[in-house]
């Protein structure tokens, strides 16, 4: 869902006497702290510069360079606290059901990512949604997409067809399937926040050759499944995903995963085996520590 901002009042008459008096308050406090000589007030809410600690690195500051992929201070936070996320399967054929359905799992991400951030001292800005049944764009592409669902960083939003999913995943009814595919977005955003996008997209960006291109984005989505399975696992309880709900993610996974008679040119998600192993990880190990695909042998990322 596009977030938009509330509407203020404008101010009038004696509105506008106090805003006037307030802004001549306002004035006053700057005067007499630029007389003092004062440096940044501590607290000052989002959006507020942080306060400049004797030439460290922005505490909250991702990574960057090879260190982003292959060593992030993501990896080494552990578990994700197991989350209460009770979700019941959505009716499929009624998308506004499904958006019900697919905020849920999103508020849980929200929740499960954020606090994981903070245990490795990272900054992290939950993404948007975008849950669409019309058309629209964004600014990496328009939609419908015959993606059904993809992430977008410039936007940092994460965009759904809640009818067009459901249309590829042939009326699929089992919910878990579209938790995963939206954990798996999420998996992208969560990429994004800790640096990870941004190197992987300068290493691609280098390869002269489309084969050699998917070779890093092979790792990048692997990643996306693995990290999608750290948060399955860590609401198993809860969601609650039974035996026959795991059995369906990991079918799913090979479905999504590259055909192996495709060309090579179109090898970006990896072989069915290798899709499944890294939800599979991400599921068993339900640590981000456990989707360190950038370091993998090439044969785990074919
Ligand atoms: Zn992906």
Redesign the pocket.
């Known amino acids: 869902m596009a977030q938009g901002y509330g509407g203020r009042g404008r101010p009038g008459g004696r509105n506008a006497l106090y805003a006037a008096l307030a802004a001549a308050v306002v004035a006053l406090a700057v005067l007499l702290w630029s007389a003092t000589g004062g440096s940044s007030a501590p607290g000052e809410g989002p959006g507020s510069a942080a306060p400049d600690e004797a030439a460290a690195p922005d505490s909250g500051g991702a990574p960057t360079g090879r260190e982003a992929l292959v060593d992030n201070p993501l990896y080494g936070t552990g578990r994700l606290a197991p989350l209460p996320c009770p979700a019941p399967d959505p009716d499929v054929d009624d998308p506004a059901s499904m958006e019900r359905f697919l905020n849920t799992i999103a508020d849980c991400l929200d929740q499960a990512w954020s606090t994981q951030f903070a245990k490795a001292g990272l900054a992290f800005d939950p993404p948007s949604r975008v849950f669409w049944t019309e058309p629209g764009t964004s600014p990496c592409r328009d939609y419908p997409s015959e993606a059904g669902a993809f ?1 977008c960083r410039t936007s940092q939003s994460i965009y759904i067809g809640t009818e067009d999913v459901v249309r590829k995943w042939r009326g699929e009814a089992n919910g878990a399937v579209y938790a995963s595919l939206l954990a ?2 999420y ?2 955003h969560v990429q994004g926040e800790a640096g990870v996008l941004e190197y992987y997209h300068e290493r691609r960006g280098q390869e002269q050759d489309r084969i050699a291109q998917n070779a890093w984005t092979r790792r ?2 692997l990643q ?1 499944n693995c990290l999608a399975g750290v948060f399955l696992g860590a609401v198993a309880v809860s969601y609650p995903l039974e035996e026959e709900d795991v059995r369906a993610v990991l079918d799913d996974s090979e479905a999504t995963a590259d055909r192996p008679d495709g060309p090579a040119d179109d090898r970006t ?1 990896g072989s069915a085996e290798n899709s499944r192993q890294w939800v599979r990880r991400g599921l068993d190990g339900q640590s981000p520590g456990s989707c360190n695909t950038w370091t993998a042998d090439n044969a785990l990322v074919a």
Do not use: L, M, T, V
Request: net charge negative; glycine share 12%; hydrophobic share 10%.
């Open positions: 992430y798996h977005e998996g992208h990048s989505e996306a998600h």
